[in-house]
T-cell receptor
Framework: DGGITQSPKYLFRKEGQNVTLSCEQN?????MYWYRQDPGQGLRLIYY???????QKGDIAEGYSVSREKKESFPLTVTSAQKNPTAFYLC??????????????FGAGSRLTVL | AQRVTQPEKLLSVFKGAPVELKCNYS??????LFWYVQYSRQRLQLLLR??SRESIKGFTADLNKGETSFHLKKPFAQEEDSAMYYC???????????FGTGTSLTVIP
């Protein structure tokens, strides 16, 4: 189905290793986001990008890095500096709605487990 | 600072009973408020937003600026309403979103 594709769905990593989560969208949306979802903590913003070659830190950017070389792609790297990387990661994109307020479209998520 | 508060982590109601999921916010400006829903084994998706003043799947939400609340209501809960509900706020730039911690709603048959 079209929309946002995240891969892999499940990922296991050893401590000290970097891992990259893929996020691709075919919606022609300008803005893309990465959220981390933990039980009882809701969604917390890691990074977002409003246009190609530009991105901004969110509330919990430490230990993560992103790139936005193409409009349709916004990969997230979880580095070994992230102290508690085991989580469910959600990618989203948005386009301004008729009222001006953006509406988020989400991917299915990637579950990262650090062993 | 922007903050969205959902005081109830878990909420259970009987089928046919009214349901209200609470959301309070703090924001120094005029925010846009949303409710997103995640059904079992499905993606997180938009349920409704205050600017549209619409009713989706029987749910409504009214923005009360005086009480800084955006509670989600439905007069008669259905089993298919069982899901995780997130209240969200978008700032004036339209590009940053802040989510509450979510409320897991269970509708008991």
């Amino acid at each position: 189905d079209g929309g946002i594709t995240q891969s892999p769905k499940y990922l296991f990593r050893k401590e000290g290793q970097n891992v990259t989560l893929s996020c691709e969208q075919n919606l022609n949306h300008d803005a893309m986001y990465w959220y981390r979802q933990d039980p009882g903590q809701g969604l917390r913003l890691i990074y977002y990008s409003q246009i190609v070659n530009d991105f901004q830190k969110g509330d919990i950017a430490e230990g993560y890095s992103v790139s936005r070389e193409k409009k349709e792609s916004f990969p997230l790297t979880v580095t070994s500096a992230q102290k508690n990387p085991t989580a469910f990661y959600l990618c989203a994109s948005s386009v301004p709605g008729a009222s001006g307020a953006n509406v988020l479209t989400f991917g299915a998520g990637s579950r990262l487990t650090v062993l | 600072a922007q903050r969205v508060t959902q005081p109830e982590k878990l909420l259970s109601v009987f089928k046919g009973a009214p349901v209200e999921l609470k959301c309070n916010y703090s924001y120094s400006g005029s925010p846009e408020l949303f409710w997103y829903v995640q059904y079992s084994r499905q993606r997180l998706q938009l349920l409704l937003r205050h600017i549209s003043r619409e009713s989706i799947k029987g749910f409504t939400a009214d923005l009360n600026k005086g009480e800084t609340s955006f509670h989600l209501k439905k007069p008669f809960a259905q089993e298919e309403d069982s899901a995780m509900y997130y209240c969200a706020l978008s700032g004036w730039t339209g590009n940053q979103f802040y989510f509450g911690t979510g409320t897991s709603l269970t509708v008991i048959p």
